[in-house]
């Protein structure tokens, strides 16, 4: 089983162009769906079949599992038995029929305009003293809030990838999907002051052109990146608690409650679907009403 798992993770790597995170997250749903198997006298992929896969999912459902947790074990399921038949581990598609529960999307908190003004205040003023790390700090939130990118793809940014001049990033995203995305003046000004006195400091031999770097000198991880967002937000009073996808999130609102197009949003945030920009963006009443009351000729 490990070698027909090393065999379904290069498929899913070369072919599918999934990223580790999800890969990861494929083959830990699959362990457990062996497991399921072997527990019930099964050896191999022997006995997986449509009753067994919706025995599997049931005894997930009973344990607590999310909807969207569900959602993403269903769909892994049909991808391997998809991929298991076309290699020749099954004679048919036991997956075929199963179908993906419908997955409850909740909305993140947001920050405020004033709120996010001053998680940026509060990151600039840890960086007043050119520490190193703080002025790195100071750029990873501000970059997470200008440009709304993943954290993953914030900390895939090689010092190439920036574009002063233009002040763009070339940013990588899902499926290696790539696309530039701007940023203002104040990430302009945290950007600069991080490569002129910030990663200097911190680059070794090791850093190679990674844009942001660890305290050991090597490129940043998501982790970090995370635990940097969590503390600046906590600086500000009142504000709820989040990491860089709730900055993400907070990004794309403010830019609609601003008036952007939900089609340049949906290019800013690198989603392939107009629908998934829709679900994952929300205007605030306020806008709503404004627009109504500004086009409706009954308003």
Sequence with gaps: MDAILDEFDEYLAFERVR????RRAYLGDLRSLFGFLAERGHSGLDGLNLPLLRSWLAAQAGAGAARSTLARRTSTVKTFTAWAV?????ESDPGARLQLPKARRTLPAVLRTDQAHEVMV????GAQQDDPLALRDRLIAELLYATAVRVSELCGLDIDDVDRSRQVVQVVGK????????????????LQAWLDRGRPALATAESGPALLLGARGGRLDPRQARTVVHQSVAAVGGAPDMGPHGLRHTAATHLLEGGADLRIVQELLGHSSLATTQLYTHVSVARLRAVHDQ?????
């Excluded at 990223?19 to 999800?22: M, R, V």
């Design 19 to 22: 990223s580790e995170h999800t």
């Design 86 to 90: 076309r290699r020749g581990l099954l």
């Design 295 to 299: 086009a409706h000729p009954r308003a």
């Design 175 to 190: 499926g290696n999907k790539q696309r530039t995305v701007p940023f203002g003046a104040p990430a302009a000004d945290a």
């Design 122 to 125: 509060a990151a600039k003023s």
